[in-house]
């Protein structure tokens, strides 16, 4: 019977992971590979190697049940536009998009998000099912009585799709912390040296130990105690209360290590960062290069100087990097003191205010991004003057540049943009940028891209 439960178990696991990294894959390209059958009556090879360029761009799938419908479609669409983006670029540049039919094209792109988001939200539910839930459900116990044990307990009743049900708490010296959660409702079974009886007898499947590396003998002792049992057990380190960026478990050789604090684009994700930013940065110069010269020529007239102005900044690893930004001003200022812009700044020329307004002045910086620099969307970058002031002052400041900065950023499009009035606000800013690096996707890349495009025109803080 435990066998027949494990099983069961390992199989929703399975089917759990193949969800998450071929839905997307299969579903768009079925949804091409139907329409290409349905219009021609037959599958050209054209079709089969779009398919596995479809394939090569969107394996292994990364997709997340939302915690809303809209954040759903908005995840979907977004990640689709930049999949399609990406193969109308390769398209046309080698001029194999005239191959295929328009009309199948045209009804692929507009169809398959429906049918992506339509699969999703049929899945989501199965998931989170009673069916489901009952057939995989398995019984935890957690070890420890702490802030780290409390918050373990809080994340498996919030997330239904794990099918785990919690017996209740053990501890190392259960009288000192009975009260505590009997206030919350939790149950407290009773001290360590019961534990092993107590798995065999209700035929336990997880034990979470959530001790602190201070206890480290009686942690011992507790796997040695449960070498007798066939419990599947799991070690959760306290530090996971803390602030981390990117907390992920590597090996050295065999040797396990614990990344604490990491850039959210190593490996694949980098590898998808990349070439989201070329790609976009290359489409949208093509389009803006007549913006460009219209722009130029109109800083050149408005006042004597450079057309570009180009400042040091604190790029990728800290490391200096040179940042091109239309002149909006009549000095250009690159010192070890630089005095930020102000409401009806005098050095702001007339068509200096245009353009910083609706952050114009901003668009070379997409040469930036092609040259390596920058990402379109990242933290924003500082003046060196400015990184050096609040690294002293702001805790973890310096993790921002852990990835290369942006165009734009998570914390221009929550209100962080223009002038930071006070070390409080710098930090409220420095707040939003730490979180972008530990919530990135390329679905929040889209968001924030989307939601820059809609401040352009409505933001005061601009000037």
């Not at 094209?105 to 699969?119: E, K, R």
């Not at 924003?380 to 310096?398: C, D, F, L, Q, T």
Request: include cysteine; aromatic fraction near 10%.
């Amino acid at each position: 019977m435990r066998f027949q439960q494990q099983l069961s178990f390992n199989k929703a696991l399975n089917f759990h992971t193949l969800i998450k990294i071929l839905i997307d894959p299969v579903l768009m390209i079925a949804t091409l590979l139907f329409f290409a059958v349905y219009y021609e009556d037959k599958l050209t090879s054209q079709y089969v190697v779009l398919s596995i360029m479809l394939f090569a761009l969107s394996f292994p799938g990364s997709w997340q049940k939302a915690s809303s419908f809209y954040e759903e479609i908005a995840n979907t669409i977004g990640q689709w536009i930049v999949v399609v983006g990406i193969l109308l670029f390769f398209g046309y540049a080698t001029n194999y998009l005239n191959q295929f039919t328009q009309q199948i094209v045209l009804l692929w792109v507009l169809v398959t998000p429906v049918v992506l988001i339509s699969a999703h939200l049929l899945v989501s539910k199965y998931l989170t099912s009673q069916y489901f839930i009952e057939s995989v459900k398995r019984t935890a116990v957690i070890i420890g009585v702490s802030e780290l044990s409390h918050q373990l307990h809080d994340r498996i009743n919030s997330s239904a799709e794990l099918a785990i049900q919690v017996k209740g708490f053990f501890d190392v010296v259960s009288e000192n912390t009975s009260s505590q959660f009997q206030v919350t409702g939790n149950q407290l079974i009773g001290s360590v040296t019961q534990l092993p009886s107590y798995v065999k007898l209700n035929k336990i499947d997880l034990i979470y130990i959530a001790l602190p590396p201070s206890l480290h003998e009686e942690i011992l002792t507790v796997l040695d105690d449960l070498k007798d049992t066939t419990a599947s057990i799991y070690f959760v380190p306290n530090f996971f209360i803390a602030d981390l960026i990117q907390a992920r478990i590597d090996d050295i050789d065999g040797m396990p290590v614990v990344a604490v604090c990491e850039t959210p684009f190593s490996g694949f994700n980098g590898i998808v960062k990349k070439i989201s930013d070329l790609v976009l940065a290359s489409i949208i110069l093509c389009l803006i290069s007549p913006i460009l010269i219209l722009l130029s020529i109109g800083v050149k007239l408005s006042s004597p100087g450079p057309i570009l102005f180009m400042q040091r900044r604190y790029g990728l690893d800290g490391h200096e990097i040179v940042v091109y930004k239309f002149r909006s001003m009549t000095v250009t200022e690159d010192g070890e003191k630089i005095t930020q812009a102000k409401v009806n700044d005098k050095r702001v020329t007339k068509f200096g205010k245009f353009i910083r307004k609706t952050s114009l002045d901003e668009l070379p910086q997409f040469i930036n991004v092609l040259q390596g620099r920058m990402s379109i969307v990242g933290p924003r970058p500082h003046a060196v003057s400015h990184n050096e002031m609040y690294r002293k002052v702001i805790k973890g400041y310096m993790v921002r540049h852990k990835v290369k900065p942006g165009i734009t950023g998570w914390a221009q499009v929550n209100g962080f943009r223009g002038e930071t009035e006070s070390v409080d606000s710098m930090k409220s800013r420095i707040e939003y940028d730490l979180d972008y690096l530990k919530k990135w996707s390329l679905s929040l890349d889209i968001k924030i891209i989307l939601k820059t495009v809609l401040l352009v025109f409505s933001d005061s803080k601009a000037y």
